[in-house]
């Protein structure tokens, strides 16, 4: 599968530190000359109080390349990657992509009249150190994902939605079933236990009440019989209503 970027919103102060760290990465480590040759592949996106950064997710169906014209964006290494030597700057998979994380620039810095090519994160792919801005953030609010931190994430929220609260990484694989089984049990057995205040009350009032209900029914049933005496005429009802 493809490896990815991932923003924790919860995480993120919104510093901008991985833009900077991107720009830097690709630009041999120097600050760029002008504020509009600053292009970073990752933008740091605020909405009400949430603050967050959007990246290129790598999809494992890419619809940019899938949209790509002249088969510019293709997969390799485990990642999606942009030839720039090939695109026509036709905007296609701008529209396509379901995050907005590819956007345009242009040769000339100005903005004047030039070759537009598409831009988006390769993932710091000719770095040793992987990607600059998941090492830049001071928060830990990014991360790179591959297969096995996806299976673990996955574990961690299977285990969430059993209840389990704490963290069993350390534990045993034949120690779980077990620990799962108390843990399911255990509201059980707290449910069978007699309350303090039950166990403390004398018997007479629970029985006492059950008869002043008891009687309670009699007469209503009794009002009852009345009603359909008066009503049918033939005392057919008495029975059922005495019942009660």
Request: charged fraction near 20%; aromatic fraction near 6%; charge should be positive.
């Amino acid at each position: 599968m493809n490896q990815f970027v991932i923003a924790n919103a919860n995480d993120c102060i919104g510093c901008r530190a991985c833009e900077v760290a991107c720009v830097l990465s690709h630009n041999d480590g120097r600050y760029p000359d002008t504020v509009e040759s600053f292009q970073p592949r990752i933008k740091v996106v605020r909405g009400g109080s949430r603050i967050s950064a959007a990246v290129c997710r790598h999809c494992e169906d890419a619809p940019c390349a899938n949209a790509c014209p002249v088969r510019a964006i293709t997969r390799q290494d485990g990642s999606i990657q942009l030839q720039q030597d090939k695109c026509i700057g036709c905007k296609s998979c701008v529209l396509a992509c379901p995050f907005g994380a590819i956007n345009m620039i242009y040769e000339d810095a100005t903005g004047a009249e030039g070759k537009a090519y598409a831009h988006k994160c390769d993932l710091c792919h000719t770095r040793e150190q992987g990607p600059a801005c998941v090492q830049a953030c001071p928060t830990k609010a990014l991360r790179l994902l591959d297969e096995a931190a996806l299976i673990e994430l996955r574990r961690q929220k299977q285990l969430r939605s059993a209840g389990v609260a704490y963290d069993l990484g350390a534990t045993p694989i034949h120690r779980l079933t077990p620990m799962l089984a108390s843990l399911a049990e255990r509201p059980r057995q707290e449910a069978l236990k007699t309350p303090w205040h039950y166990a403390k009350q004398p018997l007479w009032k629970p029985t006492k009440r059950f008869l002043h209900n008891r009687q309670r029914l009699r007469r209503i049933a009794a009002c009852v019989v009345v009603i359909a005496q008066s009503v049918s005429g033939p005392a057919r009802y008495t029975t059922i209503f005495l019942s009660c």
